[in-house]
Nanobody
Framework: AQLQESGPGLVKPSQTLSLTCTVS??????????WHWIRQPPGKGLEWLGA???????FYSPFLKSRTSISRDTSKNQFTLQLNSVTPEDTAVYYC???????????RGQGTQVTVSS
């Protein structure tokens, strides 16, 4: 499968960041697969944000759980990330990814830069 992130590159503080991952060459309802969102802030390592399984169950990082929501549209073979009340610290390259477990997000899209600034 191929993954492609899309969404605005600039978000203002306190607003909601919304990104969509479009999956081609595979179904997000295929058994065994997990669909993740991760990010990499400038100068830092990868940070896992959350995931949605092939059956639609969701899992979130405890550090961001209160601000994060992941959903999916199976008719479009897409899954989305919403991150509420963003601050400049949420500035990062955001990736969608796939894998076969909660800790496997080894196959990523190309990523999209999101900057939080007024």
């Amino acid at each position: 499968a191929q993954l492609q992130e899309s969404g605005p590159g600039l978000v203002k503080p306190s607003q909601t960041l919304s990104l969509t991952c479009t999956v081609s060459g595979g179904s997000i309802t295929s058994d065994r697969y997990w669909w993740h969102w991760i990010r990499q802030p400038p100068g830092k390592g990868l940070e896992w944000l959350g995931a949605i399984t092939s059956s639609g169950s969701t899992f979130y990082s405890p550090f961001l759980k209160s601000r994060t929501s992941i959903s999916r549209d199976t008719s479009k073979n897409q899954f989305t990330l919403q991150l509420n009340s963003v601050t400049p610290e949420d500035t990062a390259v955001y990736y969608c990814a796939s894998g076969i477990s909660l800790s496997d997000y080894s196959y990523r899209g190309q990523g999209t830069q999101v900057t939080v600034s007024s």
